[in-house]
């Protein structure tokens, strides 16, 4: 190689021209390279945010679901019962006896005195109902015959104590006890009305040998009772309104669900509790008019 056509001044003393280029060129290389760097820390930036907003998705997420359960359980738990005669609870304002579990149950006596009683006859009320429930009778009828009424309120109603495990059979033991701190007797008989029928059921079944007669009026029916041809239960369940077919659904098949389906705003639950006459009768319906237009002189309301 020929060194001697290499102009040395050039090597120690470079040409603007050079120089120039030269920071040009660092001049982009430190951009490129700031480039770079900022969208490396942009694109962290945003795993970042990213992050951060599936996190709080995440949190409100869990806190509807929490929400929405702690709404489900509400409006599938009943409230806490109201206990007459504690604190804060409401007052006691008719007579009670207290049975051998510390319960207590509230009564009402109607009709002649019960040592010199004829017919002792204790009533179980129904649904949305008390011992103070309406019962017409003549009173001279009461007289004549020697009719005694007892009246009481079914456990959790009115002023009587709840039975948290309160069952079919736990109904007749409470009826048999009331009737003994009573003495009643040995004998008596029972009138269940509406959904007081079952308890007369309960009599009938666990202390047959207590009563003297049973009488049901307007009986709630368990429309499967395996007792009775299934095809004529269904047809009957069939007749009636369709809210009223699905209140009996869901007591049969789901009963956990059935404060909720009673309470509930979104379908229509039950004629009872929105106070419809459709379960009645056209002979019925006149009957409530004119109880309501004209009520009976000398009738025992009881």
């Known amino acids: 190689m020929d060194f001697s056509s290499i102009n040395m001044r050039s090597l120690v003393s470079p040409s603007p021209t050079s120089v120039s280029s030269f920071f040009f060129f660092f001049y982009l290389s430190f951009l490129s390279d700031l480039k770079f760097g900022f969208l ?37 738990k009943p409230p806490p019962p109201r206990i007459c005669g504690v604190p804060n609870g409401p007052p006691v304002t008719s007579p009670r006896i207290k049975l051998d579990d510390g319960r207590y149950l509230a009564y009402r006596e109607s009709g002649v005195d019960r040592a010199n009683a004829n017919y002792k006859i204790i009533v179980v009320h129904g649904f949305n109902s008390s011992k103070d429930v309406e019962f017409p009778i003549p009173k001279d009828l009461i007289e ?57 059921y309960s009599c009938l079944k666990y202390i047959p040998h207590r009563l003297a ?71 019925d319906l006149v009957i409530i008019k004119k109880k309501m237009e004209n009520p009976a002189p000398g009738m025992v309301m009881s």
């Open 40 to 76: 490396v820390q942009y694109t962290n930036l945003l795993s970042v945010l990213g992050l951060y907003i599936r996190i709080m998705m995440f949190s409100v997420m869990v806190a509807i679901l929490v929400c929405l359960i702690g709404y489900i359980y509400r409006s599938f």
């Open 144 to 200: 004549e015959l020697g009719i005694y009424f007892l009246f009481y309120d079914r456990a959790g109603y009115g002023e009587s104590d709840p039975h948290p495990s309160r069952t079919v059979k736990s109904e007749a033991y409470d009826i048999q006890e009331l009737a003994d701190k009573l003495k009643i007797g040995p004998k008596f008989y029972v009138l269940g009305i509406s959904l007081g029928a079952y308890s007369v």
């Open 213 to 283: 007669g049973a009488v049901l009026v307007v009986p709630f029916v368990n429309y499967w009772w395996t007792k009775v041809p299934q095809d004529k239960l269904s047809k009957a369940l069939e007749l009636m309104p369709r809210k009223d077919q699905w209140t009996f659904r869901v007591a049969h098949y789901v009963p956990w669900l059935l404060y909720w389906w009673l309470t509930q705003k979104l379908f229509p639950s039950s004629s009872m509790i929105t106070g419809n006459n459709a379960l009645c009768s056209d002979k």
